[in-house]
């Protein structure tokens, strides 16, 4: 049986994503931008319900790898390293990172 927090917390990030995209349409900061801080203790919670291993650390061990690799890869095709695109392109592959991870996990429990 999955604890209701589980599903709760990704519900109100993502509503709360779309207020804030709707509050703030022209800003450079999505609203998808606040995910991982909802998706993330989503996946613990999973983790610890179940009594599994987290793998959360080594998952962001995995992500700062990639941090490195497209850091190095942009600044050789620019020749310099502009720190707000990279940051910007580096949380969007978090935040993509912490949706595949939470909806894995589903499935892994349910399975």
């Known amino acids: 049986m999955i604890n209701a927090t589980t599903f709760l917390l990704p519900v109100l990030g993502f509503l709360l994503a779309v207020f804030i995209d709707w509050l703030l349409p022209k800003s450079h900061f999505r609203g998808s931008a606040i995910l991982p801080l909802f998706l993330i203790p989503a996946c613990q919670i999973l ?10 650390p080594y998952g962001f061990l995995l992500f700062f790898v990639l941090v490195i690799v497209v850091s190095i890869k942009i600044a050789i095709q620019n020749k310099n390293l502009p720190l707000w695109p990279t940051l910007l392109k580096l949380w969007d592959y978090l935040v993509i990172n912490t949706i595949f991870w939470f909806l894995g996990l589903l499935i892994l429990v349910n399975a």
């Open 47 to 56: 983790t610890n319900q179940k009594r599994w291993p987290s793998f959360l």
